[in-house]
């Protein structure tokens, strides 16, 4: 097993080491879930892998920063990245296994292929700003989930476009697993935890948490019987008076993303994105 000495963990390098180890503890009778990430870990992180410890009986945590999720104008070279204390957050939190291939292992030369992605992926949201993300997040995606080939996979709500995206794409290419969504773990003040939020300046961390209070408003609006028109309109403005930038404030139908129109029409889940300063930041809740 290709494994460091950096933690008590192993940290697998390749797919060779990864099918090795799963399959010792296949032979063992164990269920394995698998979280991926691409790493600078922290508590939302953390949370999914409490959650898979409650799912399976093995846990394996993916960290891979994946270029092909991120267009040439992101922030692919300057994502944070610490494997070091990665491990031992994940150690101290009691996982089995962290996977951390290189870029050269998961797409090897002449790599060629990548999943087509429609329906939530098509949905006018995050696809409207970052048109081949979900096509990378989903082909790194089914490699991962064929690599380790897990009973469960955790993937956060922070992400809920992401998720939904997965689990169509798990659904519809027969994969054999259970995606399975985790709640949004956030700062004390309402800011959900980013690996990105380490890029905000004093003041733009000041004003990050108004992109949840405005959504918990207009959630709150909404289930007064205010119009969602009005309610997003109110939304957007109180994000704007502290300095963002909205992508988007949309109001949609929480399993098909589509939109709705009213509240009575079924599970509504309201999705923003926006900028402050250079940082984008995302965010969802249910109404
Ligand atoms: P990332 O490393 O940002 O690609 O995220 C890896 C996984 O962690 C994804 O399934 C995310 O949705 C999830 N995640 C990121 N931030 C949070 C958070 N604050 N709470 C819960 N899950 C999160």
Redesign the pocket.
Known sequence: MAADGASQVAILRDVASLRAQVAQWRAQGETIAL??????L????V??LLEAKRCARRSVMSIFVNPTQFAPTEDFENYPRSLEADAAKFAAAGGDALFAPSVEEMYGEGFATKIVVGGPAEAGLEDRFRPTHFSGVATVVAKLLNQCRPDVA??????YQ??KVVTRMARDLDIDVAILG?????EPDGL????RNIYLSAQERAAAPNLHAALARCAFDINSGISIDAALAAAKASIAAVGFEADYVEARDAQTLAPIARREDGPMRLLAAARLGKTRLIDNIAV
Do not use: W
Request: net charge neutral; hydrophobic share 40%.
């Open positions: 979280t991926p990430t691409m790493g600078a922290h508590a939302g992180h949370a999914l955790i993937f956060g709500e922070k992400d992401q998720l985790a709640p949004t773990i956030r959900a935890l980013s690996s």
